[in-house]
């Protein structure tokens, strides 16, 4: 099993529609979470890191499953700017420091 | 804003070549990180470092190696270039931390060995 498992994709839609993305992880000690987006021949940027709560930027809302081992990103009312992949990221390990595990990535393409 | 600069953005090598990819960060952080990203395989890492002259393997050091003589600068050695390393590679950095630091990336170099 991938220590970080996403859906590919890719994910196709129209302007102005919601889109959930889902990624598990293995390591039940993972403590830290985020979202990074990477747009084509470019370097992977921080979106948003995820709290235990749950959190909000904007249009972007990110979810944590200690319990399932799952977090979630939902984009609202999608923008073409949006079009990209997204990276689950999970510390590997508390004891690891800041080593940080990487998804394959969901690519998204949102279209007119 | 944090910056990681990576010396080159594509780079042509031959193979058996000794190749040194230079990364610097501006922000004093700890942790530096090389990774490669290839396609249906995600971003790997090489190695990494929590201090200066530290040095830890990550998932695929095999035919790697690394250099950290000073904080702010983190250089990835090819020993002897293979075909199979050509790569994106993407250097990072973040503050020590327990984890909960998020990553900094360079832009990048793209390796090409023929």
């Known amino acids: 099993r991938k220590e970080v498992e996403q859906d590919p994709g890719p994910f196709n839609v129209p302007e102005g529609a919601t889109v959930a993305f889902n990624c598990t992880y293995s390591?039940?000690?993972?403590?830290?979470f985020f979202w990074y987006r990477q747009d084509c021949r470019k370097e992977p940027k921080l979106l948003m890191s995820?709290?235990?709560s749950g959190n909000e930027d904007g249009r972007f809302t990110a979810q944590l499953n200690r319990a399932s081992q799952y977090i979630s990103l939902l984009i609202r009312d999608s923008k073409l700017s949006d079009s990209a992949t997204y990276l689950c990221?999970?510390?590997?390990?508390?004891?690891?420091?800041?080593?940080?595990?990487f998804g394959q990535g969901t690519e998204l393409s949102v279209k007119p | 804003d944090v910056k990681v600069t990576q010396s080159s953005r594509y780079l042509v090598k031959r193979t058996g070549e000794k190749v040194f990819l230079e990364c610097v960060q501006d922000?004093?952080?700890?942790?530096m990180f090389w990774y490669r990203q290839d396609p249906g395989l995600g971003l790997r890492l090489i190695y990494f470092?929590?201090?200066?002259?530290?040095?830890e393997k990550g998932d695929i050091p095999e035919g790697y190696s690394v250099s950290r003589e000073k904080k702010e600068r983190f250089s990835l050695i090819l020993e002897s270039a293979s075909t199979n390393q050509t790569s994106m590679y993407l250097c990072?950095?973040?503050?020590?931390?327990?984890?909960?630091?998020?990553?900094?990336f360079g832009n990048g170099t793209r390796l090409t060995v023929t």
């Open positions: 990072a950095s973040s503050q020590a931390g327990r984890g909960n630091s998020p990553l900094h």
């Open positions: 390591n039940s000690a993972s403590q830290s």
């Open positions: 995820v709290y235990s």
């Open positions: 990221v999970v510390n590997a390990d508390y004891n690891q420091g800041g080593k940080l595990i």
């Open positions: 922000m004093d952080h700890e942790n």
């Open positions: 470092s929590y201090d200066v002259k530290m040095k």
